[in-house]
Every structure is written in C-alpha cells, then in structure tokens.
C-alpha cells in the first residue's frame, strides 16, 4: 500500500505528480426547489411546506422550479438571481457569500407572503490522509451531515470529471473516512465535491 504525502496550498491539495484534489460543493442539475400555490393559498409552498424558512449554503447555485398563480409571481430579494419574479419557469440562485439574511415574496402582495431565507458558511474540508494501493482510502475532516463525493478526470482541461464508486463514506470519531476504487491509468486526477 503506498501512502502519498500531501501539501495543502490554499484549498487544493497536491498529491506526488498525478493526483490533484480540491474541495467543492455538490452541483445539482435538478431543481432543488418546487415552489407552488396550490388551491389559492395566500402562501407559497415549498417542497410540499407552507411558507418554509430556507437554509441555503453560502456559494452554492439552487434551483427553484416556480409554478404559481398569476397573481403571486415568486421573487428572491437577492443579489445573485436568474430568472426572478416569475409564474412558471426556473430560477436560479447564486448564493451570496456575505452572512445576512434575505428573504423571498410575492411580488404583487411583498411582506404579506414572504418567507426568510439563513445562509449559512461551507464547511472547511481537509484532507488528513490519502493512500493509494488497489483502492483509494481518503480520511477528511468532513462533518457528520455532509459527505465526500471523489470524482476523476484524467484530462484537466476536460470539462468531464466521472465519480468513483465509493464502497463505503463513513463519519468515524471527528473525521469523514471514503474507500473507493482506483481509477485506470497513470495520469489520474481526483477532486473532492461535498454535500449535505
């Protein structure tokens, strides 16, 4: 089994010549939100709740798929928005990296249908140890609530980045053990995507 030093510059992590990881958030491509006013509801309903106060991570893009009478057009106060103040279609959500809280309404009824939207920060991952034999055994110091997700490339400048079959992503004494298989190849390049 050989075990490969690494050195942390900045938020990337070099690994010998061929192995290069770096910590992001998961992308989603589908909607993360379903935003409705079923049967005329002086509300909106958001995954199924009335009027939920949002939690979104700092930096990270959500989507919402709006579909809303005409009289109650979906709005973020909000830098970092797409397609606002709409009926039907998608929006999207570039959370701000500042810590305040914003708020999403109606755009014809403003404060009497609104609901809060907390932000909070990304949780700062680093790896601790990475070792690489038949199987790639990856220990960070993830949380309990958000998991690692290593995935590989093995052209940087390819937009393409395929995940590793993780066999087991546990969370064992403060730090976020991953076993997954090796990619083929020499020229392998690994990174890290999080999520909660």
């Known amino acids: ?28 491509t589908a909607a993360d939100f379903q935003v409705r006013t079923p049967g005329g509801i002086f509300a909106f309903q958001i995954n199924g709740q009335q009027s939920p ?6 930096g990270q893009t959500y989507t919402f798929d709006v579909e809303t009478s005409n009289n109650h057009p979906f709005r973020i106060e909000s830098a970092g928005v797409d ?7 998608v ?42 034999s038949t199987n790639i055994v990856l220990t960070s110091t993830a949380t309990n609530n958000w998991n690692v997700f290593p995935e590989y490339t093995t052209n940087l400048f390819a937009t393409n980045w395929y995940a590793l079959t993780v066999q087991s992503n546990r969370f064992v004494n403060g730090t976020r053990e991953t076993f997954c298989g090796k990619p083929e190849g020499e020229s392998v390049f690994i990174r890290l995507r999080t999520s909660p």
Do not use: W
């Open 1 to 28: 089994m050989k075990n490969m030093n690494m050195k942390s510059y900045g938020t990337k992590f070099l690994a010998a010549s061929i192995l290069t990881l770096s910590a992001s958030l998961l992308d989603t």
């Open 53 to 58: 106060t949002l939690t979104l991570v700092r």
């Open 83 to 89: 397609n606002n103040d709409i009926n039907s279609g």
């Open 91 to 132: 929006m999207t959500f570039n959370v701000p990296t500042n810590n305040e809280v914003r708020y999403y309404e109606c755009v014809v009824h403003g404060v009497q249908m609104r609901g809060e939207i907390f932000t909070v920060a990304p949780p700062q991952i680093q790896i601790l140890n990475f070792t690489v």
